[in-house]
């Protein structure tokens, strides 16, 4: 089992930026690729970016592709997403989860998911 715990959600105007954390406990951290989503009201939860075991790959959807970064810290168990020039169509909540596969952007691929973080973007 891994249990996933994200933070640092929050209300920010368009243009701004948040930086939320996920916050990994259980097994080996540093086994799992991690991945972020979305969900926003009345819409399908949708794949935002994802990060390799070891950091060195990653890998973004197109909508927040050169604004969004993620990262991680294995000997910290924990994985971030900067997010930057926020728009309100960013809106949601947020998501992170765990896989053993490469960096797959469905769903149903990963195994572990936190409570998820709302993040709100005003105009």
């Known amino acids: 089992q891994v249990q996933l715990v994200e933070s640092g959600g929050g209300l920010v105007q368009a243009g701004g930026s948040l930086r939320l954390s996920c916050a990994a406990s259980g097994r080996t951290f540093s086994n799992y690729a991690m991945g972020w989503f979305r969900q926003a009201p009345g819409k399908v939860r949708e794949f935002v970016g994802a990060?390799?075991?070891?950091?060195?790959?990653?890998r973004y959807a197109d909508s927040v592709k050169g604004r969004f970064t993620t990262s991680r810290n294995n000997a910290e168990n924990a994985v971030y997403l900067q997010m930057n020039s926020l728009k309100p169509e960013d809106t949601a909540v947020y998501y992170c989860?765990?896989?053993?596969?490469?960096?797959?952007?469905?769903?149903?691929?990963?195994?572990?998911w936190g409570q998820g973080t709302q993040v709100t973007v005003s105009s």
């Open positions: 989860a765990a896989t053993t596969g490469g960096l797959p952007t469905n769903l149903s691929a990963y195994s572990y």
């Open positions: 990060i390799s075991r070891g950091g060195t790959t990653t």
